[in-house]
T-cell receptor, first 113, second 112 residues
Framework: GENVEQHPSTLSVQEGDSAVIKCTYS??????FPWYKQELGKRPQLIID?????GEKKDQRIAVTLNKTAKHFSLHITETQPEDSAVYFC????????????FGSGTRLSIRP | KAGVTQTPRYLIKTRGQQVTLSCSPI?????VSWYQQTPGQGLQFLFE???????NKGNFPGRFSGRQFSNSRSEMNVSTLELGDSALYLC???????????FGNGTRLTVT
């Protein structure tokens, strides 16, 4: 069935180190993969997205990679800062029409000072 | 540009009652999606509307329904409320397929 699995569920890294969050998806027709950051008590906000015709995308300290063959995609945050502490959600579009986006279960990232 | 607006922000209802939540999308966005967020289940897809048509529905019982108006505003309704319906209900709008979702602040529903 339609599923997006996300690991790990919690992640604690030292400030300045890198953090990696991994997701897998089940629908081979998925072609849009956004990542959202949700701070405590706030709405989820898009931080980066990637489409299936691209293998990697970077935006300053954030990068996302996509392996369509393996149905894997990952979020990489380098030089982590205290303000990176939040819950991160990966997501994938479902079906060729991409009008349905389903989310992974989330990763709570904590940055240790 | 105004963001996605959801009303009300908080609701307290009793089991068996029904509730209607409202969502006004960003101007120009024709797609509206609804999600249920709970601590244990993350963000669960409820349904998506585009040009007043429901294009997709998640795995929720028929007690959950929605609609979209000609101005793209959307409402969702939950009938015969159960304790397990307590959650944050998030609405998100987008321009359409493969476009980023922009979320509202949500409506927190508590069922007692």
């Amino acid at each position: 069935g339609e599923n997006v699995e996300q690991h790990p569920s919690t992640l604690s890294v030292q400030e300045g180190d890198s953090a990696v969050i991994k997701c897998t998806y089940s629908d081979s027709a998925s072609n849009y993969f956004p990542w959202y950051k949700q701070e405590l008590g706030k709405r989820p906000q898009l931080i980066i997205d990637i489409r299936s015709n691209v293998g990697e995308k970077k935006d300053q300290r954030i990068a996302v990679t996509l392996n369509k063959t393996a149905k894997h995609f990952s979020l990489h945050i380098t030089e982590t800062q205290p303000e990176d502490s939040a819950v991160y959600f990966c997501a994938a579009s479902i079906g060729s029409s991409a009008s349905k986006i389903i989310f992974g279960s989330g990763t709570r990232l904590s940055i240790r000072p | 540009k105004a963001g996605v607006t959801q009303t009300p922000r908080y609701l307290i209802k009793t089991r068996g009652q029904q509730v209607t939540l409202s969502c006004s999308p960003i101007s120009g966005h024709r797609s509206v999606s609804w999600y249920q967020q709970t601590p244990g289940q993350g963000l669960q897809f409820l349904f998506e509307y585009f040009s007043e048509t429901q294009r997709n529905k998640g795995n929720f019982p028929g007690r959950f329904s929605g609609r979209q108006f000609s101005n793209s505003r959307s409402e969702m309704n939950v009938s015969t409320l159960e304790l397990g319906d307590s959650a944050l209900y998030l609405c998100a709008s987008s321009r359409g397929e493969n476009s980023p979702l922009h979320f509202g602040n949500g409506t927190r529903l508590t069922v007692t």
